[in-house]
């Protein structure tokens, strides 16, 4: 099991999937998760996707298998996210890489895209956030003063139950994949859900956005809460490189509800963005 180690700070573990041919030299692919999730929430992309590239799937800091040998509150911010992703490329190669990351996990690789630019190959973003809307905020706070208070009023389980079916899944969703879901999620446990709820609450990235000069594409739910218009119009604004892929939902987690298309579109596009570079 890969971990980067570096003095002074936090562990970072990730899994690496890789069946590419042996004698080749295969592009990096680095699927980065959202809201308190780990690298084992990818599993439905893996096998689509790692017989063209060598795959790595980080556990954000403080989550799944990266230890949480930190002060929450002074250690884990948005800064700290992105610097932890460039530690993770810097044993792969030092870079470029294909990014592709879903919710918060895409919002985190926009900064990284943006503030180091030569390590990125292309860079795909699902349902990601630019800024967190009103809608976004509303849906969250479930009838209380925030997203955290809602949380520590309502606990952990009885939250993600709650917005599991006002913003990531629809009705029919079995109800044993919700709850894995929810056993993965609240694993993080009721402090990391609220200090994640806050950094992203506060994050706000449209001025990194005209940075970013990888290509870039944008899958995204139609008509969803998060990913929404106003961040379609954050985008197409800010970044100069830029596709739109909507997919046939208005539910946040289309990572989860259209795997297999999510994850081919993303494959197709690196792929289509190599050829151009070894033209």
């Given amino acids: 099991m890969p971990f980067v180690q570096r003095p002074g700070q936090p562990d970072l573990y990730y899994a690496e999937d890789d069946f590419t041919d042996p004698w080749l030299d295969a592009p990096i692919l680095i699927l980065l998760h959202g809201y308190c999730r780990t690298s084992e929430f990818w599993y439905r992309w893996v096998p689509v996707l790692c017989r063209k590239f060598r795959v790595i799937r980080p556990d954000l800091r403080g989550l799944g298998r990266s230890p949480r040998h930190f002060d929450l509150d002074r250690d884990l911010t948005f800064d700290a996210y992105v610097e932890d992703l460039h530690a993770i490329v810097q044993p792969l190669g030092g870079g470029p890489v294909h990014l592709c990351g879903e919710s918060f996990g895409g919002t985190i690789e926009m900064a990284f ?10 860079l795909t973003i699902v349902s990601s956030p630019v800024f967190l809307n009103e809608a976004s905020r509303k849906a969250y706070a479930c009838g209380y003063e925030s997203w955290p208070a809602a949380l520590r009023a309502m606990g952990t389980r009885a939250w993600l139950a709650d917005t599991n079916g006002s913003t990531r899944f629809p009705p029919d969703t079995s109800p044993e994949f919700l709850t894995w879901y929810i056993n993965g999620v609240a694993a993080a446990g009721e402090d990391m859900l609220v200090r994640f709820a806050e950094i992203g609450l506060s994050t706000d990235i449209r001025p990194l956005l005209p940075q970013i000069a990888a290509p870039m594409l944008v899958l995204l739910p139609s008509g969803g809460v998060i990913a929404d218009d106003s961040q379609r119009a954050a985008l197409t604004a800010g970044v100069r490189d830029i596709r739109f892929s909507a997919m046939p939902t208005s539910y946040h987690m289309i990572n989860f509800i259209l795997p ?7 494959m197709a596009f690196a792929e289509s963005v190599d050829r151009k570079r070894h033209r």
Avoid: G
């Fill in 113 to 122: 895209a943006a503030r180091y630019p030569a390590l990125v190959r292309s």
């Fill in 260 to 266: 297999e298309r999510c994850a081919a579109e993303t």
